[in-house]
């Protein structure tokens, strides 16, 4: 809907919006926060070379020969695809600007990136031509049954993932779940009868106020029911051409008096490693 003085209680300054929406996204994506690192390209495709396998040393007598087979190789490539909104604002609002009101529109922005970076990255199992693949459409991951949520009463499940994840020389820096299965977890008690909780809800990181296992959690309810995600946040990439730009242009609405102001980014994500990655789900 069209931003006008009748329906916004302030103004807003469209030039006021890059650093603005910048400064947020890092702070509005989880997977940014949790510890993903950015790469910036200027390339329409960012390749980068991957070791698949180290080669073997030996215990070698004195004048052995010790030449062998190399590292084997291949690449990583991505593609950053387009992830944009547009707003429409009335010049007369435009006009009256206010400082506070930039501040919360860029906020609005913000987050609507974030949540589009997030919601690919934990829920898009296969990449197209305008949205990127995210952690449900990599191969060769981890993956662990919890047995039955309802009947949850141990960690088990979890150790599982950082310990299988650490025995392919990774670890598990941040857990992904949603709020309903952070709860479940979070109300366990260390015995029957016991109201000592299990997890104690005070050892998070600056981070995140929440751990598990010594790993901070962060929730996100792009994550299905009953799924946790444990990722070696190292071992992941978030691709991005150009980073965020912002553009005004009175042009397209020029008979009707408005401002349009775009805000987008190019991103796609790499995850180089995926024994760095381990999937736990539960049935009901």
């Given at each position: 809907?069209?931003?006008?003085?009748?329906?916004?209680?302030?103004?807003?300054?469209?030039?006021?919006?890059?650093?603005?929406?910048?400064?947020?996204?890092?702070?509005?994506?989880?997977?940014?926060?949790?510890?993903?690192?950015?790469?910036?390209?200027?390339?329409?495709?960012?390749?980068?070379?991957?070791?698949?396998?180290?080669?073997t040393a030996i215990w070698a007598a004195e004048g052995e020969d010790l030449l062998g087979d190399g590292p084997q190789l291949d690449e990583v490539i991505a593609t950053p695809r387009k992830l944009a909104r547009a707003v429409t604002v009335s010049q007369e609002?435009?006009?009256?600007?206010?400082?506070?009101?930039?501040?919360?529109?860029?906020?609005?922005?913000?987050?609507?990136?974030?949540?589009?970076?997030?919601?690919?990255?934990?829920?898009?199992?296969?990449?197209?031509?305008?949205?990127?693949?995210?952690?449900?459409?990599?191969?060769?991951?981890?993956t662990v049954s919890g047995g039955s949520f309802a009947s949850l009463s141990n960690l088990d499940a979890f150790t599982e993932a950082v310990v299988t994840v650490s025995a392919a020389r990774s670890q598990v820096r941040a857990f992904y779940m949603n709020a309903p299965t952070w709860l479940a977890v979070s109300k366990l008690k260390t015995g029957t009868g016991s109201a000592q909780a299990l997890v104690p809800l005070?050892?998070?990181?600056?981070?995140?106020?929440?751990s598990l296992l010594g790993v901070p959690v962060f929730i996100t309810n792009d994550v299905p029911a009953r799924t946790v995600w444990a990722l070696d946040t190292s071992r992941a990439l978030i691709v991005v051409?150009?980073?965020?730009?912002?553009?005004t242009s009175t042009d397209a609405r020029f008979t009707t008096d408005e401002v349009v102001v775009k805000a987008q980014?190019?991103?796609?994500?790499?995850?180089?490693?995926?024994?760095?990655?381990?999937?736990?789900?539960?049935a009901a």
């Open positions: 809907m069209p931003l006008y003085n009748t329906n916004t209680p302030d103004a807003l300054t469209p030039t006021g919006y890059g650093a603005l929406i910048l400064n947020g996204l890092a702070e509005e994506s989880i997977a940014r926060r949790s510890g993903v690192a950015q790469v910036l390209t200027d390339s329409a495709t960012w390749r980068a070379p991957r070791i698949t396998a180290d080669p609002l435009a006009a009256d600007s206010n400082p506070s009101a930039v501040a919360e529109v860029g906020r609005s922005l913000a987050r609507a990136l974030g949540s589009g970076l997030d919601a690919a990255f934990f829920t898009s199992a296969t990449a197209t031509a305008t949205k990127p693949g995210g952690l449900p459409s990599v191969t060769g991951i981890t005070d050892g998070g990181t600056p981070v995140s106020p929440f051409r150009r980073d965020v730009s912002v553009e980014l190019r991103a796609d994500f790499a995850f180089p490693v995926s024994s760095g990655i381990a999937k736990v789900t539960f």
